[in-house]
């Protein structure tokens, strides 16, 4: 499988202006399916640019956003302070193995992204380990420019 990275760290900046990836309705239907709440700890997989973490910022403690591509971060923390958000944090990683500790966050997304994942089955079991309980399963957002299908089911234990 080709390096996702190769892909994406020289269209970065176009990433930063994609009205796709911006589109207020499906922020709006990202934050609807997350509930998040003022105290929560949120992590968003394949953040980008950002997107799904900048419209989730004003709402709860802090969000991480998790990329692989360093070029996509560092567009991320270039709008982060143009912007002024100041609780959110640009960590270079892989969906499959995060760098965090289990049962860590309390909101997890992902957002057009899970098609570049090699094994979405493993990366579902990844969700669940870094998810509080007993919250549900986190949705999982995946969006083409036509349509956005939301997957949300119940995580056993």
């Known amino acids: 499988m080709p390096d996702v990275r190769d892909s994406f760290r020289n269209v970065a900046a176009n990433y930063a202006r994609s009205t796709f990836h911006a589109s207020s309705v499906r922020l709006q239907e990202v934050f609807d399916l997350a509930r998040p709440r003022p105290g929560d700890l949120a992590l968003d997989v394949a953040t980008g640019t950002?997107?799904?973490?900048?419209?989730?910022?004003?709402?709860?403690?802090r969000?991480?956003?998790?990329?692989?591509?360093?070029?996509m971060l560092d567009q991320a923390r270039r709008i982060a302070a143009e912007r002024g958000i100041a609780n959110a944090d640009w960590v270079i990683g892989d969906a499959m193995h995060l760098p965090f500790q289990d049962e860590t966050f309390d909101v997890y997304t992902v957002r057009a992204a899970p098609h570049h994942f090699a094994d979405v089955d493993a990366f579902a079991t990844t969700t669940r380990r870094s998810s509080t309980a007993p919250r549900p399963c986190p949705p999982a957002t995946s969006c083409t420019r036509s349509r956005c299908a939301v997957t949300r089911r119940t995580c056993s234990p």
């Open 63 to 71: 969000v991480i956003g998790l990329d692989v591509t360093r070029e």
């Open 50 to 61: 950002g997107n799904t973490a900048f419209a989730l910022a004003p709402h709860l403690r």
